[in-house]
T-cell receptor, first 113, second 112 residues
Framework: SAVISQKPSRDICQRGTSLTIQCQVD?????MFWYRQQPGQSLTLIAT?????????ESGFVIDKFPISRPNLTFSTLTVSNMSPEDSSIYLC??????????FGPGTRLTVL | KQEVTQIPAALSVPEGENLVLNCSFT??????LQWFRQDPGKGLTSLLL???SQREQTSGRLNASLDKSSGRSTLYIAASQPGDSATYLC???????????WGAGTKLIIKP
């Protein structure tokens, strides 16, 4: 298994500001994933973050809006920039183990006013 | 394009009943399929993973089956308990990449 923590667990932010979400894993992993879950919806992959390279973004997501850092094999950050109410969601990070199972952090619940 | 569907969207049953949650997918070329549960305001917990070459996996009161030819997976929960109340999500992983394709989930309520 994997123990994944996220900070903050929740936040309420003003329109136009930015929030950085941290994801910490208890052991080294090659790939980390960032997801968004909008209210009442399922998960949507934002990007895949590999250590030492630029993140790979899915269609509809861009680096200027969701910059990602991956400084080492146990840590990553996702920034939600220039926020609007449409960005209100749960943001989750996940990792995949050699067993092919994906493990998720507890999520960050973001509300943008 | 792979699409994953979960029916029903919501299900409410009395405690003690056995129940089945359904997941269907349009492209049978999958690498694996995972079932997760999500509790309100929390992250996701992996329940069972079925590899492409497997037909079923079991963990305690949970049994997941996979039929690639028909594009279906079922999650069987035996002797349901109120603590099983959660949203259950299935996700398939294609051979081509790490991205999981998600169903919309089934919200399960077990009534005491």
């Amino acid at each position: 298994s994997a123990v994944i923590s996220q900070k903050p667990s929740r936040d309420i932010c003003q329109r136009g500001t930015s929030l950085t979400i941290q994801c910490q894993v208890d052991s080294q992993v090659t790939m980390m994933f960032w997801y968004r879950q909008q209210p009442g919806q399922s998960l949507t992959l934002i990007a895949t973050a590999n250590q030492g390279s630029e993140a790979t973004y899915e269609s509809g997501f861009v680096i200027d809006k969701f910059p990602i850092s991956r400084p080492n094999l146990t840590f990553s950050t996702l920034t939600v920039s220039n926020m609007s109410p449409e960005d209100s969601s749960i943001y989750l990070c996940s990792v995949e183990r050699s067993t092919d199972t994906q493990y998720f952090g507890p999520g960050t619940r973001l509300t943008v006013l | 394009k792979q699409e994953v569907t979960q029916i029903p969207a919501a299900l409410s049953v009395p405690e003690g009943e056995n129940l089945v949650l359904n997941c269907s997918f349009t492209d049978s070329a999958i690498y694996n399929l995972q079932w997760f549960r999500q509790d309100p305001g929390k992250g996701l917990t992996s329940l069972l993973l079925i590899q492409s070459s497997q037909r079923e996996q079991t963990s305690g009161r949970l049994n997941a089956s996979l039929d690639k030819s028909s594009g279906r997976s079922t999650l069987y929960i035996a002797a349901s308990q109120p603590g099983d109340s959660a949203t259950y999500l299935c996700a398939v992983r294609p051979w081509s990449n790490y991205q999981l394709i998600w169903g919309a989930g089934t919200k399960l309520i077990i009534k005491p």
